[in-house]
């Protein structure tokens, strides 16, 4: 893994170095970059992004011979994701209290990304492109000349944007220096490099509960070198530090602020907080650079992706057929619903969280493949887990194009089943040739 990203992170350098060589991308010569709408190609699909530049800009150069600069290189570079349904707009003006660009004022170059529409045509970001998505930008804003502090690369989000801002950081860790995600998680388990990290939770959060909220606050204090159960009041109203010494003396403090606005009814809880914007950029603006003279895919002194694992409970084995007609797989989950959820099926987020995330492999449509999966009892909503008891297990495989954690009816692959649980450690095995089917349908279906 660290190899791979070392790789990308060359890939997103050689725009730039090509151009200063004198071997401009394009047969045009660039503009000076601007603040407003931009558009540019990834993986072969038009992006958009909305450039907010410092009105003190720096005094422009010219980076090749058909580049002019724009931005500061003194500056860091913030990259804000939107949640799902959403567009840049909501940063521009502060639509659902997104009140980022007021309290960052001229001390940041501002990246406000588009997501592309999922298959229910709902803006909405994917594991399958937006990762490519993340380094073509920063290879695009290379290329135009943008210039900002590349040691200073912070990323945050709202709700889906704060899951992708999340998996930014575990994935690229080397090139981030810190995330700030407000009601979103983490799903995946090894990441690489070290990133400082803010997290913004509401207990009245219907849409990510805190307990699986906290899942990613327990990751991250364990993999940048803390104890996930101490913490003192930060510098920073209402959060916690994990690093005990503040961000002034720790290159790499976690943050978790808890806060209690909005209700669980209204879904209000969800939002974007009050404090959220001042506190994302108070906490950005804290931090050195990135560390120099240490290898950058390297983990927090003390921390790590061995001292962040979950140990499992039990495994789970079973054997998969998939759909002679589907997208590529990427990778699945396994969660349970109560027994009743399989005879009355609805929209409903399930109660426990078996594996959030476990490998596919390299598979194709119409192949037969048996796994054997690490399981976990987080129980998401509702009492612990009794044993014996009976379940509504769901096996979840997300395809190309697909979104998490919910499934996308009609391309993501589902199957559903009873299960009786005896104990907490004994392994499961199915039994049989498990068929995938598409997933179904709960909202704003056609008739």
Partial sequence: MPTWSIMLRQLVLLPLLLLLAGCPFDNNEFPPAETGLQTFESNGVEREYYLLLPEDNAPANTVSPSVVSSGDPDKPLLIALHGTGGTYRRWTENQLGYDLIEPVGDEAVMVFPNALPDANGSPQWSFAYDFEFFLDLLAHLDRRGVQYDPDRIFVTGHSSGAGMAHEIGCRFGDIVRAIAPSAGTLIS???????????????????????????????????????????????????????????????????????????????????????????????????????????????????????????????????????????????????????????????????????????????????????????????????????????????????????????????????????????????????????????????NCDE
């Fill in 189 to 443: 388990t090894e990441c690489i490099g070290a990133v400082a990290v803010l997290m913004a939770q509401g207990e009245n959060d219907a849409l990510v509960n805190i307990d699986i909220a906290s899942g990613a606050r327990r990751f991250w204090s364990l993999y940048n070198g803390y104890d996930n159960t101490v913490s003192v009041a930060a510098d920073i109203d209402p959060c916690v530090d994990h690093s005990l010494l503040g961000a002034a003396n720790t290159p790499y403090p976690v943050y978790w602020c808890q806060h209690s606005e909005g209700s669980i009814d209204d879904f209000s809880g969800h939002r974007w907080a009050s404090f959220t914007g001042e506190a994302v950029w108070r906490f950005f603006s804290s931090l050195p650079p990135k560390t120099s003279g240490v290898n950058l895919t390297d983990p927090p002194p003390g921390g790590g992706n061995e001292r962040a694992r979950i140990p499992s409970d039990t495994t789970i084995t079973f054997t998969v057929r998939y759909p002679d007609q589907s997208a590529r797989p990427l990778d699945g989950a396994i969660t349970l619903y109560d027994e009743d959820y399989l005879e009355n099926p609805t929209f409903s987020i399930p109660s426990v969280f078996l594996n959030t995330l476990w490998p596919v492999g390299q598979v194709a449509a119409g192949d037969t493949v048996t796994y054997t999966v690490p399981i976990t009892f987080f129980v998401f909503s509702g009492p612990p887990v009794e044993f014996p008891s009976t379940w509504t297990l769901s096996i979840n495989v997300y395809v190309e194009g697909g979104t998490r954690p919910t499934p996308t009816a009609g391309l993501d692959l589902q199957y559903q089943q009873l299960i009786t649980f005896d104990s907490m450690t004994n392994p499961i095995t199915l039994p049989g040739v498990i068929e995938l089917q598409l997933a179904r349908c709960f909202l």
